[in-house]
């Protein structure tokens, strides 16, 4: 994420979208983090799976899809 993040503002890309998918990364590893710790498999993988989908959002904002 770290590195799709500083990409997208150097490129000057930033804008509601990026930033959106930047918060709610953080909060779904956030969830992630807790759901692990409690041992919810299932909740855990859906948590990853948002926290996967901001990071392609980012993505696909670097080649110019969104």
């Not at 150097?10 to 990026?18: F, V």
């Not at 990364?25 to 993988?45: E, G, I, K, N, Q």
Request: proline content about 3%; some cysteine.
């Amino acid at each position: 994420m770290a590195p799709l993040a500083l990409l997208v503002s150097l490129y000057g890309m930033s804008d509601a979208l990026t930033a959106g998918a930047a918060m709610v990364f953080f909060w779904a590893r956030l969830t992630y983090y807790v759901v692990y710790v409690l041992r919810l498999p299932y909740v855990r993988t859906v948590a990853f799976m948002v926290g996967s989908g901001c990071q392609a959002v980012l993505a696909l904002r670097l080649f110019g899809v969104l």
